[in-house]
């Protein structure tokens, strides 16, 4: 015996967007959303670049590793603070 499976998808319904402000384009939106990243984030980025540059190249300079330390820590707590 086989069992038979229904699957009913919802309906979307079509809304409209409110209008931009005058001079605003959906663009300029986006990359304002873009440029709303957390220093948390940021911070975490550099971190993960400096970190695959050292291991993939041998990239290094003195006080490599502090910077490293500190880059992680202050990007952690950010993150943790929401920041």
Do not use: D, K
Not at 25 to 33: I, P, W
Not at 59 to 81: D, E, N, P, R
């Amino acid at each position: 015996m086989v069992a038979e499976l229904t699957i009913s998808y919802p309906r979307f319904a079509v809304v409209s967007c409110p209008r931009l402000p005058r001079g605003h384009t959906q663009e300029g939106l986006a990359m304002a959303r873009i440029g709303n990243r957390s220093a948390g984030m940021l911070l975490l980025a550099i971190w993960l670049i400096l970190h695959g540059l050292t291991g993939l190249i041998g990239f290094t300079f003195t006080g490599l590793g502090v910077l490293m330390a500190i880059l992680a820590l202050v990007a952690g707590l950010l993150l943790l603070l929401g920041r």
